[in-house]
């Protein structure tokens, strides 16, 4: 029984760990809506930290678009039904800039009966953040990545073509990903593009000059 104890605390803390590395906004929050655990990235975009989201009801850090959705949410709860919910929500970040996305609500628990909990995902759909009068350059290898994957590259591809490993593509990535606050690669490209990182017009895509 000790063993199995102390195997449950270490995947606990490793699931932990991983939750707040995460790039994406994500919290806990009970049946009603309070929030019992978050990450930074969603602490982030309420311009806060993670502790001070404990307790406070997502409802009130994110206004709902549609009062009709979070009432249909409320009774499917009732009903103990565990389908994936979905609200449009608006709010203020840190710059007191008013943004737009997606709330994404999963009912989780150990068993069927027991009470649900909600995992809560937070998708930003607006592009309206301003940006800090002198952004973190991107490095040439960055930039090269970017021009690769823009071009169809696969992170095979991108691997051989700039003398990294796989991991070392992914995590150039992942740090563009949570700088742009990009959700995707789709998205990371047009990035690129819009940021001046790559040369618009040209094929194969190619870094612009002095990004």
């Given at each position: ?23 994406v ?19 982030a ?29 409320a ?116 990035r ?20």
């Amino acid at each position: 029984m000790d063993a199995a104890r102390r195997e449950a605390v270490l995947w606990r803390n490793r699931a932990l760990t991983l939750f707040d590395r995460v790039t994406v906004p994500v919290a806990v929050c009970d049946v009603h809506g309070v929030v019992v655990l978050a990450n930074p990235a969603m602490a982030a975009a309420c311009g806060t930290t993670p502790g001070r989201l404990r307790g406070r009801n997502v409802l009130e850090l994110f206004t709902p678009q549609e009062a009709t959705q979070v009432d249909r949410i409320a009774q499917a709860l009732r009903l103990r039904h565990r389908s994936r919910y979905q609200v449009s929500v608006c709010w203020r970040d840190a710059e007191g800039t008013e943004r737009h996305g997606e709330l994404t609500a999963d009912p989780v628990s150990d068993t069927v009966q027991d009470t649900p909990a909600l995992l809560v995902m937070l998708r930003v759909a607006d592009e309206h953040r301003p940006r800090a009068a002198e952004p973190e350059p991107v490095t040439p290898v960055e930039a090269r990545i970017l021009a690769l994957l823009a071009g169809g590259a696969t992170t095979a591809r991108a691997a051989r073509e700039t003398d990294l490993t796989t991991d070392g593509v992914t995590y150039h990535l992942r740090r563009l990903s949570a700088r742009w606050g990009a959700a995707n690669r789709t998205e990371l490209v047009a990035r690129a593009y819009a940021l001046g990182v790559l040369t618009p017009g040209v094929w194969p895509p190619t870094p612009a000059t002095g990004a």
